[in-house]
Structures are given as C-alpha cells and as structure tokens.
C-alpha cells in the first residue's frame, strides 16, 4: 500500500525561529506533493506545493524542499509567527490517479510568542 | 461564492440511527471527495466522484454510501451507524484542469 510518512506529530517553535516538518514516501510512482494548512475548526487549505522535476519551491516565508531519490520532502516555514500555529498536512498524488491524494498523518505546529 | 458547504456542523446519533452529511460546491467543479479525519490519521478518503455521474470508493468505505446528485452536491449517507464512524467528515471539491482541492468546513459526527 502506497504511504505518505510525515514528521514529528507535534512540533513547538519560538517565534522567529525555522519550522521544519519531513514527509517520506515508499512509492516513486508520484507526480504531485501538496502541504496543507488546517486552523482548528476549518477544513485544510493548499499552502504550496511542488512537482518531482523541481528541487525547491519558495512563496514567501514557506519552501518545499524536495529529494528525489532519498523520496523525501519537507517544508520549512522561515520566521515563524503566532499565525502560522496550525495543523500542517504533506499529500502525493500517484500518476496513476489524476483524482486521488495520499496524506502524512499531519503535524500539529504550535508557535510560542 | 461561498465555495464548499457542508450540512450539518455537528450532529449527535445513537448507534444504528441513519443521516445524510450534504455537501454543495459553487465553483463548478467536476471533482468531488468525501474524507473523514481521526487524531493521528490524517485525511482518509470515503468515496470520490471524478465527475456527475460517477462515483469510486476510496479507502474507507465500509459503512458508507454517495450521491452524486448533480455538479454541486455530493451527499455522504451512514445507514446505520457505529461508534467507530465517530469523527470529523470534509467535503472537497475539485476543477479538473486544477490540482488543488478545495474543502468545507467540516462535519463533527459523535456516535454514541
């Protein structure tokens, strides 16, 4: 079965600092790896998002790093803020299915002032 | 717009009692996806529908049954409920040409 594993399940940062969140896959068979933000009582909203062919992608404070062949992607959040406490979930799409996304488990990122 | 909405907010069953989770997009969107989120476990897909008309189990779809009863509404029906359907049910939609998946608020279901 196809998995998304994502890392840590909790994370605390102080304000300003980096926030890194890892997810791994066990399938290269993935053309699409979204992160989704998710505030408390709200459904996810896409954060950003990266194709394999690209090694990086920033907007703003956040970057997807990607490793093709360790098949592993992470985002990092630069400066973080109060703002940016909320539930963070990594997703890849298999190329067999224009439809469906796998998820990580999600991690919950708190940020203290 | 307002986007994806999701009927009710919360809801209280009792084991063995039936409803209808109802969800409607005013994007025009051609996809549409039912997922359920338990602590730890992320997003599990229910059922989606790829367009009107059609409709595929995802990977927990034991207990549930779609509707897709037109573009806009995609319906999620429990006939007889169990504890372990206790969670929060998202509603997403999603334009075909587009990757990203746009979600409802949310369904808090408790099954006594």
């Known amino acids: 079965q196809q998995q998304v594993k994502q890392s840590p399940q909790s994370l605390i940062v102080q304000k300003g600092g980096i926030s890194i969140i890892n997810c791994a896959y066990e399938n290269t068979a993935f053309d699409y790896f979204p992160w989704y933000q998710q505030f408390p009582g709200k459904g996810p909203a896409l954060l950003i998002a990266?194709?394999?062919d690209v090694s990086e992608k920033k907007e703003g404070r956040f970057t997807i790093s990607f490793n093709k062949s360790a098949k592993q992607f992470s985002l990092h959040i630069m400066d973080s803020q109060p703002g940016d406490s909320a539930t963070y979930f990594c997703?890849?799409?298999?190329?067999?299915?224009?439809?469906?996304?796998?998820w990580g488990a999600g991690t919950k990122l708190i940020i203290k002032p | 717009n307002a986007g994806v909405t999701q009927t009710p907010k919360f809801q209280v069953l009792k084991t063995g009692q039936s409803m209808t989770l109802q969800c409607a997009q005013d994007m025009n969107h051609n996809s549409m996806y039912w997922y359920r989120q338990d602590p730890g476990m992320g997003l599990r897909l229910i059922y989606y529908?790829?367009?009107?008309?059609?409709?595929d189990k995802g990977e927990v779809p034991n207990g549930y049954n779609v509707s897709r009863l037109n573009k806009r509404e995609f319906s999620l029906r429990l006939e007889s409920a169990a504890p372990s359907q206790t969670s929060v049910y998202f509603c997403a939609s999603r334009a075909i040409s587009y990757n990203e998946q746009f979600f409802g608020p949310g369904t808090r279901l408790t099954v006594l």
């Open positions: 997703a890849a799409r298999p190329m067999d299915s224009n439809y469906q996304l796998i």
């Open positions: 529908s790829a367009s009107e008309g059609t409709t």
């Open positions: 990266i194709r394999p």
